[in-house]
C-alpha cells in the first residue's frame, strides 16, 4: 500500500514538474530572430511539378479567407497545434482550434499590410463557426468559389498539423485552373504541393489557393505564443505573404 502511494506522489510530482517545463517553454522570453525560413520550418517535400506561367493583372482582387473558420466542432476544425495537443497546455480560444485562431490573427495582418501596398485585398469571416450545409451560401468555400469565378485570386490560410501528422509549408494551386505567377511566387517563398494533393481537396477543387504556413509546432509555434514575440512574428508572415503577392503582379 505505502509502495502505491509513494509511485502515485512520483506520479503527480512528474506531471507538475512537465507542465511547469511546458509553461515556461512557450512563454520564456525568447529572442525573436527574422529569419523567417527558420521559423516556418521545413517545406514540402512531395513531388510537385507545376509552374505559375499566367500573368495576373495588377489590380486583381485578393480574398483571404481563415480556414477551418466555419468548421469548428466538426471533423475539419484545424489543428490544435503541438502545444495543446502534444504538451498540454490551454488553447489560445477554448471554443475554436488553435490553427483557426492564429489563421484569423494572420488573415487581418495580410489584409491590413496589403492595403498599405496597394493591393486591391480583402478578407471574408463567416463568423458562424459551424456550418454544415454543402448548400449554404456562407461558408469560405462557397464565398470563395464565387469570388474566383468572377476572376478574383482566393486563397486559404492554414498552419499544417505538428509532427508527423503534417507536411510542411507550402502552396497547393487551383485543381483545374493554370497556376498563375502570384501562385508561382508564393511557391517560390514557402514551397509547393501537388495539384492533386489528398486527391484533390476541396478548396483548390472550386479554385480556392490552399497555403500551409508551416508546421504549428517548434519555434513557430513558441513565437506565436509568446506575447513578445507574437506581434513580430505575425506581421514578419503577413509581410512575406504580402511580397509574394507584389512579386507576382509586377
Not at 509513494?6 to 511546458?22: G, Q, R
Not at 527558420?38 to 485578393?62: C, F, M, Q, R
Not at 478578407?123 to 469565378?149: C, L, M, Q, T
Amino acid at each position: 500500500m505505502r509502495n502505491k502511494v509513494l509511485d502515485t506522489l512520483k506520479l503527480i510530482v512528474f506531471l507538475i514538474a512537465f507542465y511547469a517545463f511546458t509553461q515556461h517553454y512557450y512563454t520564456r522570453n525568447f529572442y525573436f530572430k527574422e529569419d523567417f525560413e527558420l521559423i516556418i520550418g521545413e517545406a514540402s517535400n512531395l513531388p510537385a511539378t507545376w509552374v505559375g506561367i499566367k500573368d495576373v493583372d495588377k489590380n486583381i482582387p485578393i480574398l483571404i479567407l481563415a480556414g477551418h473558420a466555419d468548421s469548428q466542432g466538426l471533423a475539419g476544425a484545424g489543428t490544435p497545434g503541438e502545444a495543446v495537443d502534444k504538451f498540454g497546455l490551454n488553447p489560445m480560444h477554448p471554443e475554436i482550434s488553435d490553427e483557426l485562431f492564429w489563421n484569423l490573427k494572420l488573415q487581418e495582418s495580410i489584409v491590413k499590410i496589403g492595403k498599405k501596398k496597394g493591393l486591391n485585398i480583402r478578407s471574408y469571416d463567416p463568423e458562424i463557426r459551424n456550418i454544415n450545409d454543402a448548400n449554404d451560401p456562407k461558408p469560405n468555400w462557397s464565398v470563395g468559389k464565387r469570388f474566383a469565378k468572377s476572376g478574383g485570386y482566393a486563397i486559404e490560410i492554414h498552419f499544417d498539423a505538428y509532427g508527423v501528422y503534417g507536411v510542411g509549408s507550402g502552396l497547393i494551386p487551383p485543381f483545374s485552373e493554370t497556376p498563375n505567377k502570384i501562385d508561382e511566387s508564393i511557391a517560390r517563398t514557402f514551397g509547393r504541393f501537388p495539384v492533386s494533393f489528398r486527391g484533390g481537396l476541396g478548396a483548390p477543387r472550386r479554385q480556392i489557393r490552399v497555403l500551409e504556413i508551416g508546421k504549428l509546432e517548434g519555434l513557430l509555434e513558441q513565437n506565436l505564443r509568446n506575447l513578445k514575440t507574437r506581434q513580430k512574428t505575425i506581421k514578419l508572415l503577413a509581410t512575406e505573404i504580402v511580397q509574394a503577392f507584389l512579386n507576382g503582379i509586377i
